[in-house]
């Protein structure tokens, strides 16, 4: 009876989950199909987002992106194999940087984006633009990159290093020749997780790159990203529905792309690594 | 003929030459003595047989010889251990050098997740062999020296991986050979193999008389008289390793000096 009673509720909650996810897929789509179409993606908003499309947002959202991992992968690459593979010679940086890294990924958000906003924005002179807002995503990824990145380090089998080592091959060619090959899936799907979580940003994003819905010229330029674009039209511009739903849609669907494809990349990773 | 080798000598009764001498070596993990006292002498080109119980050193012993007990954070070695006179524990050697005139062949299989010519061209490529000629004439000498050659040589390319345990193995030994190293550690090499490549490997052993330096840790007694000519007991005593016996494998298994090494080879103990 109590074994019944637990299985009920178990499907019942994987029920509930599933529910939410296709009543939440389903409404954005009822919502967000009739305001897309190609016209939407390819041209610029116009009436402060109610009509026109989200080409500009889209630009922006690139560049933000870019600048974001461009600084991350990098850094977060550095710092794990640095954990991974030299930490263990100076033991209290190491504890001191894993620290540091548990304390970040702890952060939230609009913290972020008010440290964004007073140290690139004021405090370097970036002010509101696509650089301030990138570095600021950077420093939110960068605790997701190292630690997949770091776990992928880990997985090595022991037996690989101390064969490498018993060859002779130096730590150099053991980290590029076989250490991070082996690790390179785990690099990538931390990465596909940086900009997963760097597309949904909002918060971070208002206090840094700004609300500027237009073409931007550089990276020193203020620029609006995608989800500020459907923060603004939901709370900020009436009669910007139909729009907002519809970029809620095209961010969606990025965010799903990204989900399945790291998916893919983990499976194919447990798979080499067995 | 390796690189490493000396000129003959032409004295009428060629006294063989010292390859390995260990004085009163200890190892301890994290202050704990694991191996204690170790007193050990191995003649150049012989095949020596380490024996006895699980725990008892063994490992540690052979790690010691090409370091890579500095792999392992905590790990302490004490006394002297020289390898053809040159001191190997004193922090100034050269490890890498040191790394390639010792090779090791472990308990499981351990090929690089390359391809089968990858995993003896990398190290090669370490080593300094700048000429591809040269790099692929050292690969064949080495798969043919292991028997593997006509195995592979159609697909030189496909992953290490996809071989089967025993060709792993003797691949793994094919990469240590073909830095011609002057000693070889194997620790345990056959205990995941099956009885037919377990015998390949013993035929290897047999072939390399006098060509390397061979110290073989086994649990296998009969693959210890087979395979040796010298035959080391370690023995679990104070709660550490020691070596308790030492000597020409034949004597030492027909008329054992010390009583836990006439139990062991007996099947009475370990
Ligand atoms: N990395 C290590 N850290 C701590 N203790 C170890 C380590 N490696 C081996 N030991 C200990 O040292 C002793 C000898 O081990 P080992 O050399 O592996 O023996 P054997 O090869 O004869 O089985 C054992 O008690 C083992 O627990
Ligand atoms: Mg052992």
New binding site residues.
């Given amino acids: 009876m109590r074994d019944r009673l637990s299985a009920v509720a178990a499907w019942g909650a994987a029920g509930m989950v599933l529910a939410a996810f296709a009543w939440l897929i389903g409404d954005v789509l009822w919502r967000g199909l009739p305001g897309l179409s190609w016209q939407f993606l390819v041209s610029a908003p116009a009436d402060a987002g109610r009509a026109g499309g989200i080409a500009s947002i889209l630009l922006a959202t690139v560049w933000i992106l870019a600048i974001a991992i461009g600084t991350a992968l990098p850094l977060g690459l550095a710092t794990a194999v640095w954990l991974a593979e030299f930490g263990h010679r100076q033991p209290r940086l190491q504890g001191h940087v894993n620290h540091a890294l548990d304390v970040l990924a702890g952060v939230p958000s609009i913290v972020f984006g008010l440290f964004g906003n007073a140290f690139f924005a004021v405090t370097l002179g970036l002010g509101f633009s696509i650089l301030s807002g990138g570095l600021t995503l950077a420093c939110m990824a960068l605790p997701i990159l190292v630690r997949v990145t770091g776990a992928g380090l880990q997985a090595v089998p022991a037996e690989l290093r101390q064969g490498a080592a018993a060859c002779g091959l130096t730590q150099w060619t053991t980290l590029s020749r076989l250490l991070l090959p082996a690790a390179l899936p785990a690099l990538l799907a931390g990465t596909l997780l940086g900009i997963g979580r760097a597309l949904a940003e909002t918060a971070a994003l208002i206090f840094t790159s700004g609300y500027v819905d237009r073409y931007p010229g550089s990276v020193f330029d203020s620029a609006r990203a995608l989800s500020v674009h459907i923060y603004d039209l939901a709370m900020n511009v009436p009669g910007g529905e139909r729009n907002g739903y519809a970029s809620a849609l095209v961010l969606v669907a990025l965010i799903l792309c990204i989900n399945l494809a790291t998916h893919a990349l983990a499976r194919g990773w447990q798979r080499s690594m067995s | 003929m390796s690189i490493h080798s000396l000129p003959t000598t032409t004295c009428a009764e060629p006294v063989p030459q010292t390859a390995l001498q260990a004085l009163d070596l200890t ?1 301890r ?2 202050g ?1 003595a ?2 204690r006292g170790v007193n050990l002498t191995v003649a150049d080109g012989s095949v020596t047989a ?1 024996i ?12 010691c010889i090409n370091r890579m007990t500095d792999l ?4 302490e070695v004490s006394g002297t251990l020289s390898l053809f006179g040159e001191d190997v524990l004193t922090d100034g050697s050269n490890l890498l050098a040191l790394r390639r005139r010792v090779g090791m062949i472990f308990q499981r299989a351990n090929p690089f997740p390359l391809s089968i010519r990858r995993n003896l061209d990398l190290p090669l490529r370490e080593y300094g062999i700048r000429s591809a000629s040269e790099r692929a004439g050292r690969l064949e000498q080495a798969l043919r020296d292991v028997g593997l050659w006509r195995e592979v040589i159609d697909r030189l390319d496909d992953p290490a991986l996809a071989l089967s345990g025993g060709q792993r193995q003797r691949l793994c030994i094919a990469r240590a050979i073909a830095l011609e190293p002057q000693v070889l550690l194997m ?2 090499p056959c205990s995941g193999l099956d009885p037919h490549a377990t015998a390949a490997i013993e035929d290897l052993i047999h072939g390399w008389h006098g060509r390397y330096t061979v110290l073989i ?1 086994t649990h296998n007694l009969a693959q210890a008289r087979r395979v040796s000519d010298h035959t080391a007991v ?1 023995w ?1 005593q104070d709660g ?2 020691t070596l308790v016996e030492h000597g020409p494998t034949g004597a030492l298994f027909a008329a054992p000096r010390h009583p836990v090494t006439a139990d062991y080879v007996a099947g009475r103990a370990g």
């Fill in positions: 190892v993990y994290r704990r694991a191996l380490l006895g119980p699980s725990g008892c050193g063994k490992t540690s012993f052979l790690n392992i954070a905590g790990c620790d345990e840790v370690f679990l550490a390793g």
